[in-house]
């Protein structure tokens, strides 16, 4: 089992940025993948960006279009970040943190029941 547990969350005006934050304890060493997930109010939960163990310094990065170029995933061993940037008002909502011991295939890391083990969660609210 990893434990999962997130920071940074708050509220922002339109246009601004904020850092998240994730720390992962257990057994770490069986994760494969580490993700933000998102759910806003009244929509599914959606991954929006997620990360893929290479080799002790190298993780792959995949983004959802909606924050494609506007958000960066970045990890070491046991944490991930989420660094976003031109925040919106749509990007209001609960953000988790997630790991899985899976491996992915024809783009699984974007499914949120891909991953086995969540965070809290941090809420984020952004006002126009």
């Known amino acids: 089992t990893v434990k999962l547990v997130e920071s940074g969350g708050g509220s922002v005006q339109a246009g601004g940025s904020l850092r998240l934050s994730c720390v992962a304890s257990?057994?770490?060493?069986?994760?494969?993948?580490m993700a933000w997930i998102r759910q806003a109010p009244g929509k599914e939960r959606e991954v929006i960006a997620s990360t893929t163990h290479i080799d002790d310094s190298q993780y792959g990065t995949y983004y959802a279009d909606s924050v494609e170029g506007r958000f960066t995933v970045s990890r070491t061993s046991m944490n991930l970040y989420l660094d976003m940037y031109r925040l919106e008002p749509e990007d209001s909502g609960m953000y988790y943190c997630?790991?899985?011991?899976?491996?992915?295939?024809?783009?699984?890391?974007?499914?949120?029941?891909?991953?086995?083990?969540w965070g809290q969660g941090t809420q984020v609210t952004v006002t126009s």
């Open positions: 257990g057994e770490t060493y069986s994760i494969q993948y």
């Open positions: 997630a790991a899985s011991a899976r491996f992915s295939t024809g783009g699984m890391w974007a499914v949120p029941t891909f991953y086995s083990d």
